[in-house]
């Protein structure tokens, strides 16, 4: 892709992975001399110069081709750490990538980068497994918005598109749960998830194998500095409570994932895991380019499928209490805020179903509170390690069970 007119310029800061020495040393094992040759091919031999940035984040090294007419595209890499399995590596995970991509863009409108090239051997001549894709001339919205703020209207606007892709996404369906796999006749497999195994015929099935397999992230760390923290400013009461809730909160789930799920069997919709604004391209104008990172995308239970982790506050029941008043509303104003746009969120979802002629399964699921303070807090639990009294998510569940009440209208 070339420049366009509401484009300045790429906010990149370089290398950002998180094992930094294992990323740079493979960045300078890889033949990118041999990658602008390879590029160069496929673009009717086009002379092509590598630019001399290379950005990343935890998993991955990003460096564009320059090509003479003024194309860019973007070669992405998996880092190849040593702690991977089978379900994680970095040939099949890329070629999940790819085939996700492919799909998205053939059954919705949800721009998704072209794909040019890609090798997924790790032990190819040029160093490693990479894809070679559209540059969009644009930065993640949460980058540009730490530069230049959305305007309420930007906001407005901005949200709006992503509810739709959101609905759009949603709507491709599978009838088990699991990574996805395109098979040679074109149709698609259902394989096992990293971590958790599968594929699973039940949402009760993924929760329950969930639940034996969680971690909280940065536990140890919690142990050792934030507890006595808590102690000091809150009590140590509070900080016992605290560590006992996020201890016993995959335990106290396990007794419950029987009665959790609404929709227990499927058809189970494709979920982005990391559906956020970092993972959404804009122009200067927060007009959407592009949404990227597909590498994890899997079908799942309507259970794990929550708001754009972006802007959705920490579950009501698992936060300070002195950010609600009595009546369970907020008090915080941009929590206040927060809520509002969830709500118009959820809105433009159920015009789009409406308009689209689709189930009205997602606007459902977003209006069941309950299910979506679960669904952000099993995010929190193993991807953030977010500090909160994770098991009183579950009191809610709890009660709507012992009432009867599902709650959300099933859809």
């Known amino acids: 892709m070339t420049d366009q007119p509401n484009f300045k310029g790429y906010i990149w800061s370089g290398h950002e992975a998180s094992d930094w020495p294992t990323a740079i040393s493979f960045s300078n094992s890889i033949d990118w001399d041999a990658l602008c040759r390879y590029a160069s091919k496929l673009y009717n031999d086009e002379i092509c110069t590598m630019d001399p940035q290379i950005t990343g984040g935890g998993r991955h090294l ?7 007419d003024g194309t860019r595209w973007v070669a992405k890499f998996r880092v190849p750490y040593i702690q991977t399995t089978e379900n994680d ?22 721009p998704v980068p072209r794909v040019f090239g890609y090798n997924t051997d790790p032990g190819n001549d040029i160093g490693g497994s990479f894809i070679l894709m559209d540059c ?9 918005e730490h530069r230049v703020p ?28 699991g990574t996805l796999t395109r098979r040679e006749d074109g149709t698609w497999g259902i394989g ?24 909280f992230r940065g536990l140890e760390d919690f142990k050792a500095i ?81 708001f754009p982790a972006c802007f959705m506050p920490t579950p009501a029941p ?24 969830m709500r118009e969120y959820r809105e433009v979802v159920r015009k789009v179903e409406q308009a689209k002629g689709l189930l009205p399964t997602l606007s459902a699921v977003l209006g069941d509170g309950a299910g979506q303070d679960l669904a952000h807090a099993l995010h929190l639990y193993v ?15 709890r009660e709507r069970w012992t009432k009867g009440d599902k709650g959300a209208e099933e859809a």
Not at 62 to 68: C, D, K, P, T
Not at 267 to 293: E, M, Q, R, S, T
Not at 383 to 397: F, N, W
């Open 383 to 397: 991807d953030d390690g977010k500090h909160g009294a994770y098991c009183k998510v579950l009191d809610a569940h």
């Open 226 to 306: 934030h507890r006595p923290r808590y102690g000091a400013q809150y009590g140590e009461e509070f900080a016992s409570q605290l560590e006992a809730s996020i201890l016993a909160f995959p335990s106290e789930l396990q007794k419950l994932t029987a009665t959790i799920p609404i929709r227990n069997y499927g058809p189970f919709p494709l979920i982005h895991p990391d559906f956020a604004c970092w993972n959404v391209v804009v122009d200067d104008y927060y007009k959407v380019l592009g949404v990227i990172d597909w590498e994890f995308a899997h079908s799942g239970p309507w259970e794990m499928v929550h």
């Open 136 to 144: 969009l001339s644009g930065n993640a919205a949460v980058d540009l």
């Open 318 to 341: 698992m936060d300070l209490s002195t950010n609600y008043d009595e009546n369970g509303m907020p008090v915080n104003e941009k929590i206040k805020q927060e809520f509002q746009e």
């Open 89 to 110: 590596a970095p040939d099949r995970v890329l070629q999940q990538e790819v085939d996700c991509m492919e799909l998205v863009k053939a059954r919705t409108h949800v």
């Open 62 to 68: 990003v460096r564009i081709i320059n090509f003479a």
């Open 150 to 177: 959305m305007s309420p209207e930007q906001r407005k606007s901005f949200y709006g598109e992503v509810a739709g892709f959101h609905a759009e996404i949603s709507s491709i369906t599978f009838p088990k749960i």
């Open 192 to 215: 096992p998830l990293r971590g958790l195994g599968g594929p699973f015929n039940t949402a009760t099935e993924y929760l329950e194998a969930w639940a034996d397999a969680a971690e």
